[in-house]
């Protein structure tokens, strides 16, 4: 068999394990709608101010809430596989259609940052390796340690103070200039700006993360068999750094990014709601301050989805960034 | 014990880390003494500054003492990380223990169980919990337990395989010891040092996911507690930077030390594990 049509395979069957993640978390979320008090008939009947027992039992059967729990949990997964995560009573819109509305944003927001994060965290990370026990690597050191104890929403708000309200160099919040409305070029710069500070926020865990990975990483190759034969061939050690080494070190630095992926959509909650930045993260907050379950069920089933999506995308990297790995 | 603190006392941060922390315990401990009245009562003039009206910190919008809210939401957050942590262990052993031990279809059922709730992302699922159950200190508990649990499972699953074919327990098989004592008493004693330093460092963590959901108003309304304190105070941003700040740095200090601490363990008890996630 060709390797190619391995892959083809490996995907498959990747696919096909990620499916069974997928319907747990539907039950989950099932489970967790019936844990909390009151039903959809509940909220509507608040909504609506009064509403008479008999209507209720009414409503009820026509949502068919007196079902036996089972049943519900089938109709349930039937209607979450059609991409029908209910309704929002608070927006007046289908839970999807919201949640699809927000999507581009948080999009933006983690993209800036996975590339922030991992590319700077190479970078230094590489630097602390080559430079090691100097200044550098020990500033480097330090950095993460204050990094990984600092709380995100802390490190936001710190921001805004700093960069927004003293020296006026950035908006405080949004993503866009709700006053001046602006189109093409002009359009980009202003969203570009606005997205300056959130990005920095949430990128500034992951940056120090990857920054100590990639460290360990090149440390650790630098000692490998492969190195001395290199040295022995009389390469230079520029050429052994980044040439050798440095495409191996890369290698746990992706794997370990895509681990990140889920706890990133948690981080975007938080910095999100700093910013108010509008997207999914926001959304979130909002449907916690409005009592919108029906949302925030939608926003969580959401975000498990892509972790699964993108950790299977990271694998699938893999493979083809190291063509050592078994794919059978 | 005294060769343990030989070598714990060699890495110096941990021991700065660790003084720093009993100092926080003191402070926690004795918060009654230096601020008797309640840290959610008005003390004076609001949004004073730091310094002035008598306030050491300042004073919020409402003129609550942001000194007495970080002296009293000390309690809030070490108390939550320590007690999510432990349940979170014991769930974690739990799974853990079983899995390692007996293998086979056990191990592949509750590591199924354990790698949904990794790939589920965990600060959403704990917002959910919360929000769900309605903020306590019950309710932030469970949900940061029910988060943070798979971790020590996978350690401990790992610990159990490779000792369970050591020769010191098949002996326990050889005198008819039952399964569960020999986990209970043989294996998982062996297996402590990883768990402890593991633990050390979930504090931590625990300490900002609690921080976490009080800042997004998730927190038992009736306890102060450091995120609470940013959380009221990011509205008035413009005006009284101190009531965001303090806390703040409390929180950085206090979750700064736990991890110096978990490093200086890991050095002492197990010089094997060196990674840390």
């Not at chain 1, 819109?93 to 996975?114: K, Q, W, Y």
């Not at chain 2, 306030?55 to 309690?75: C, E, M, N, Q, T």
Request: aromatic share 10%; glycine share 8%; proline share 4%.
């Amino acid at each position: 068999m060709t390797r190619s049509s391995k892959i083809f395979r490996y995907v498959g069957k990747r696919l096909l394990q990620g499916v069974p993640i997928i319907i747990a978390i539907v039950v989950i979320n099932f489970f967790l709608l019936n844990l909390a008090e009151g039903d959809a008939v509940d909220v509507l009947a608040g909504e609506a101010g009064s509403a008479t027992p008999e209507y209720m039992e009414q409503l009820r059967k026509r949502f068919g809430l007196d079902q036996p729990l089972p049943v519900q949990l089938m109709v349930y997964l039937k209607n979450v596989l059609s991409l029908d995560l209910g309704y929002s009573f608070r927006h007046e819109m289908p839970v999807n259609a919201l949640i699809f509305d927000r999507f581009a944003a948080t999009g933006l927001l983690m993209t800036s940052t996975i590339i922030l994060a991992v590319g700077f965290g190479i970078l230094l990370g590489l630097l602390a390796a080559m430079r090691l026990n100097t200044w550098k690597d020990n500033i480097i050191t330090v950095f993460a340690l204050i990094t990984y104890a600092t709380p995100l929403f802390w490190v936001g708000l710190m921001m805004i103070v700093v960069f927004s309200l003293n020296l006026g160099w950035f908006p405080t919040s949004g993503m866009t200039n709700v006053a001046a409305f602006y189109e093409g070029w002009d359009y980009v710069v202003d969203v570009s700006r606005h997205l300056v500070l959130p990005t920095i926020t949430l990128s500034l865990f992951y940056l120090a993360l990857y920054t100590r990975m990639m460290r360990a990483s090149m440390l650790e190759q630098y000692g490998q068999d492969y190195v001395v034969t290199a040295r022995a061939k009389g390469l230079t050690e520029r050429r052994i750094t980044y040439v050798h080494v440095l495409r191996n070190a890369l290698l746990p630095v992706v794997t370990m990014a895509g681990v990140q992926v889920g706890a990133l959509i948690g981080g975007s909650v938080i910095v999100e709601s700093v910013f108010a930045w509008p997207g999914l993260g926001m959304l979130a907050f909002e449907s916690l301050f409005a009592r919108d379950l029906n949302l925030l069920l939608g926003i969580f089933l959401l975000s498990s989805m892509l972790v699964v999506a993108v950790n299977l995308i990271v694998d699938i990297i893999y493979c083809f960034l190291d063509p050592r790995i078994e794919v059978n | 014990m005294a060769d343990f603190w030989r070598r714990y006392r060699r890495n110096r941060a941990a021991v700065f880390g660790l003084v720093v922390i009993i100092l926080i315990i003191i402070m926690a401990l004795t918060a009654s003494l230096f601020y008797p009245n309640d840290p959610f009562r008005l003390m004076g003039k609001p949004l004073s500054g730091p310094l002035t009206n008598g306030f050491l910190l300042g004073s919020d919008s409402l003129g609550r003492d942001v000194a007495s809210g970080i002296v009293h939401g000390a309690k809030t957050s070490l108390l939550i990380g320590f007690v999510a942590t432990i349940v979170s262990v014991f769930i974690g052993i739990f799974f853990g223990a079983f899995a390692g031990y007996f293998g086979g279809r056990v191990d592949d059922s509750l590591m199924r169980v354990t790698e949904i709730f990794q790939t589920i992302p965990s600060f959403i699922f704990a917002i959910l919990l919360v929000a769900i159950m309605k903020p306590s200190i019950g309710s932030i508990v469970i949900a940061i337990a029910v988060v943070s649990w798979p971790g020590v499972a996978r350690l401990v699953r790992g610990e159990f395989l490779a000792l369970k074919n050591r020769e010191f327990v098949q002996a326990c098989h050889t005198l008819g010891m039952s399964d569960f004592r020999i986990m209970l008493r043989e294996i998982l004693p062996n297996c402590l040092s990883p768990i402890i330093v593991v633990g050390s460092l979930m504090v931590a963590t625990a300490i900002l996911i609690e921080s976490g959901l009080a800042f997004l108003g998730l927190g038992d309304p009736n306890i102060m507690s450091w995120g609470f304190l940013i959380g009221a105070g990011r509205t008035m941003l413009r005006s009284a930077w101190w009531v965001c700040t303090f806390p703040g740095v409390a929180i950085l200090i206090t979750v700064l030390a736990i991890n110096l601490i978990g490093e200086g363990l890991n050095d002492a008890l197990n010089p094997r594990l060196k990674e840390r996630q």
